[in-house]
């Protein structure tokens, strides 16, 4: 069932993000007077599920869910039309349009999806506001996993700055030591300030870790797995862990710690339920674990702010978070080609953008999640890669400055050649993706 939601909201966002982008063009086309001849959600290799033809125009759904597209007369496209073009331009193709009518049409996509990003945004503010944590709520500091540790930093560590600037919500750590490639973490330990230098070669780890730090709480269980150790033992979820094997425990990572290397072994774990203190004995699985998930809870141990936005104000809110994403997003792919952080290795398709979506349906993330993928949508398409609109748009700024435009034949092939690096791609991201699954 979970997988199923996951796929109905990525499914539900493409197809909201692709009609929207594909009206993009048909807006600026029909504008400029320029026959549209099909408008599809989806590719319609071969055949189609549906589709009806109004005006000069077949609009439908195709079967294939990796994209959409519209076929604007006298342009070439991903459909290779190369009849048509043999034949005399006529005033109602792109062809024969002027350049910067034909340079409006080509960018009209990526308009619309920076645009809807930006709409989506500022309507979340105003539904729902923002929630988040203070860096300064984080009353036990944080705990680290292996990687953090490698870093320098350590449990009870709290993160004042990174290169020198104040850390104001505690959210944002984790990608802005990757995405800014932070060099300085500033931390207080033990009533001291540390400036810890963060080596270069630990970047490609922090990028494969999902959860390399995290807020330090105190060792209370937060849910019990069915069937565990803990569960037929009679642990609770809400008990507060005090002591194993007679050693007190204060903290969750104090707890990890003490249980590492622990495999098919008699433990004794004390705990605190409402006001008794209960005794337990258990015997570790074949991993060392007892099975309960912390309790992570941000009105017990680190308090949430939340914040609320009338329209004017989120005005403002949306089109800042439009803008930061862009710029998160733009310095994510500038690490793309950079072979130390390994970032190549992170690239993913179809099973990654899905597993993004939550398990259960919640509409405040899903128009975060499509806003998100609208603003990757629109710099994906704007790069400059024959068949993407980028290529066009690199072209027809060639055409605009000097004066000369490219040749049918030339575009035939620069068509061809961003179909293949596009296809290489796909078939790499999703390769990543599989591969990914076999990992886990």
């Known amino acids: ?90 005033p109602w193709e792109f062809r024969s349009k002027k350049a910067w009518q034909r340079l409006l049409i ?109 807020p330090r709480v105190p060792a209370y269980i937060g849910a019990i797995l069915e069937d565990s150790p803990a569960d037929r033992a009679g642990l609770e979820a809400g008990d507060h862990i005090i002591a194993l094997n007679s050693d007190p425990v204060k903290f969750y990572d104090e707890f990890l710690g003490m249980m590492k290397g622990r ?14 203190t209960l005794d337990f004995a258990l015997t570790t699985d074949d991993a060392g674990k007892i099975g309960f998930y912390p309790l992570f809870d941000d009105t017990h141990f680190f308090k949430a702010v939340e914040v609320k936005y009338n329209l004017l104000q989120s005005v403002p809110a949306g089109i800042k978070r439009g803008y930061e994403t862009t710029r998160s997003y733009l310095k994510q792919l500038k690490m793309l080609i950079k072979p130390k952080t390994k970032a190549y290795e992170e690239l993913g398709g179809f099973i990654k953008i899905g597993s993004i979506f939550p398990s259960t349906w919640d509409w405040q993330s899903f128009w975060n999640l499509t806003a998100f993928l609208s603003i ?39 068509q061809i050649v961003g179909m293949v690096i596009l296809l290489s791609l796909l078939l790499y991201a999703n390769l990543n993706d599989i591969i990914g699954l076999f990992n886990k």
């Open 1 to 90: 069932m979970e997988i199923l939601i996951k796929a109905g909201q990525f499914l539900l966002s493409l197809s909201i993000l692709i009609v929207l982008h594909e009206m993009g063009h048909f807006l600026f086309a029909r504008l400029f007077k320029t026959r549209v001849e099909k408008f599809f959600l989806f590719f319609d290799a071969g055949f189609s599920l549906f589709k009806k033809k109004i005006g000069e125009t077949v609009y439908g759904i195709g079967w294939l869910p990796l994209g959409g597209y519209v076929k604007i007369s006298g342009m070439i496209d991903e459909s290779m039309d190369k009849e048509q073009m043999k034949k005399p331009p006529q």
């Open 263 to 276: 495999v098919d072994e008699q433990v004794n774990i004390d705990v605190v339920r409402d006001s008794d």
């Open 106 to 214: 080509m960018l009209g996509g990526v308009t619309v999806n920076f645009l809807l990003a930006i709409v989506i945004y500022i309507l979340v503010f105003y539904t729902w506001g923002e929630k988040y944590v203070p860096n300064s709520n984080l009353e036990y500091g944080i705990m680290v996993d292996s990687t953090a540790m490698d870093i320098g930093l350590r449990n009870g560590d709290k993160i004042l700055a990174l290169d020198g600037e104040k850390v104001e919500k505690w959210e944002s750590i984790h990608h802005d030591i990757i995405v800014n490639e932070v060099q300085t973490i500033t931390v207080e330990r033990n009533g001291k300030t540390i400036d810890i230098d963060i080596p270069e070669e630990l970047t490609a780890r922090l990028l494969k870790t999902e959860f390399p730090i995290l």
């Open 376 to 414: 990757i949508l629109a710099i994906m398409n704007i790069l400059p890669i024959p068949a993407l609109d980028g290529g066009h748009v690199m072209f027809l700024l060639f055409e605009i400055i000097t004066g000369k435009k490219p040749g049918d034949k030339f575009l035939e092939y620069a």
